[in-house]
């Protein structure tokens, strides 16, 4: 915990400074290390299914718009969406009864599947401009997603 404490400190010390994406990337140090620390005690969480989705997701996000460029670039991406996709069925496999009987949870979550749907099926179809413009609206449907259920 005393790792927890000195992630928030320099995440604060960044906010102040007006960095506030080092500061993001700073506290995600916290997700990490709790998720270190449940693992290590046996313990499963909705919030570490969220986390392995928000792994794959950045890389689709951040390194996606390149792979883009050429049609073996989009082969990889695909390879990345399929993960992205077995994921995305997990984030709702693993919701308990209690937020699959939530219907904002549901409907948040329906908006994950359907980002990742749409740019499966983009690059399926080969279609790089629709593969672009669906790989920018992974990010969006997570984001709310998470941010209340994560």
Not at 29 to 56: K, T
Not at 122 to 149: E, I, M
């Amino acid at each position: 915990m005393a790792d927890v404490a000195a992630v928030y400190d320099k995440a604060a010390g960044q906010v102040q400074a007006g960095n506030l994406t080092a500061a993001h990337n700073t506290l995600e140090q916290v997700r990490d290390l709790l998720a270190a620390l449940r693992q290590r005690n046996g313990v499963v969480v909705y919030s570490d299914h969220m986390n392995a989705f928000h792994e794959v997701m950045e890389h689709v996000v951040v390194d996606g718009p390149k792979q883009l460029a050429d049609a073996p670039g989009a082969l990889g991406l695909l390879a990345q969406v399929g993960a992205l996709d077995h994921l995305t069925q997990r984030l709702r496999s693993q919701a308990s009864p209690a937020l699959l009987g939530d219907a904002d949870f549901t409907a948040l979550l329906g908006k994950v599947e359907e980002s990742v749907a749409a740019l499966k099926q983009a690059l399926l179809k080969q279609d790089l401009p629709a593969a672009r413009d669906a790989v920018t609206k992974v990010k969006g449907p997570y984001s709310r997603l998470f941010r209340k259920y994560g």
